[in-house]
T-cell receptor, first 118, second 113 residues
Framework: AQKITQTQPGMFVQEKEAVTLDCTYD???????LFWYKQPSSGEMIFLIY??????QNATEGRYSLNFQKARKSANLVISASQLGDSAMYFC???????????????FGKGTKLTVNP | NAGVTQTPKFRILKIGQSMTLQCTQD?????MYWYRQDPGMGLKLIYY???????DKGEVPNGYNVSRSTTEDFPLRLELAAPSQTSVYFC????????????FGQGTRLTVV
């Protein structure tokens, strides 16, 4: 079963507007971490933001914020004031603590390709 | 700080050849991973390791082998290369602590012809 689901293969946004990239996850482990990575066309993986399952507040890092809805098992990435340089692939990922017998490995979704239009 | 270093960056193999992709990290990370990324797709986990001497299969382990004799190194071995193994391979590492991000190497672009 898919642990991480990203349902938007591609998204388009106008420069300076906000965009939300969806991510849902599946786990029975009460302790887990959610990550978002950016992969520009050059290919490197860039860490953006982290949300822990016990964090009371939504994570924020500059123009990135994570809309964490634990009951819905969703962890959507919000990019505010989009810039042309935000055009890239975005991946959601999860690590479980392994406390419920699961694995502590890091698994990724299939990604969303974001295009920012001028 | 070097971080995660992968070698080589590019390689062309003939069908049936073997090779080892090298990965080393200097951050004393317990966890190390190998992923493959096919064009336009996400990262699929091949193998991972939670410490020296401990390895486990990921989603797509067939055709690959790994070893972890030291904390720093996590080589990936391809035996009898096939065209289906044409991909970009990423090595990554992170600390055991759940809240720490994984650091990635620059990737190895492998073509099997």
């Amino acid at each position: 079963a898919q642990k991480i689901t990203q349902t938007q293969p591609g998204m388009f946004v106008q420069e300076k507007e906000a965009v939300t990239l969806d991510c849902t996850y599946d786990t029975s482990d009460p302790s887990y971490g959610l990550f978002w990575y950016k992969q520009p066309s050059s290919g490197e993986m860039i860490f953006l933001i982290y949300q822990g399952s016990y964090d009371q507040q939504n994570a924020t890092e500059g123009r990135y914020s994570l809309n964490f809805q634990k009951a819905r098992k969703s962890a959507n990435l919000v990019i505010s004031a989009s810039q042309l340089g935000d055009s890239a692939m975005y991946f959601c990922a999860m690590r479980e603590s392994g406390s419920q017998g699961g694995s502590e490995k890091l698994v990724f979704g299939k990604g969303t390709k974001l295009t920012v239009n001028p | 700080n070097a971080g995660v270093t992968q070698t080589p960056k590019f390689r062309i193999l003939k069908i049936g050849q073997s090779m080892t992709l090298q990965c080393t990290q200097d951050m004393n990370h317990n966890y190390m991973y190998w992923y493959r990324q096919d064009p336009g797709m996400g990262l699929k986990l091949i193998y991972y390791s939670v410490g020296a001497g401990i390895t486990d299969k990921g989603e797509v382990p067939n055709g690959y082998n790994v070893s972890r004799s030291t904390t720093e190194d996590f080589p990936l071995r391809l035996e009898l290369a096939a065209p289906s193994q044409t991909s970009v391979y990423f090595c990554a590492s992170n600390l055991r602590s759940l809240g720490t991000e994984a650091f990635f190497g620059q990737g190895t672009r492998l073509t099997v012809v």
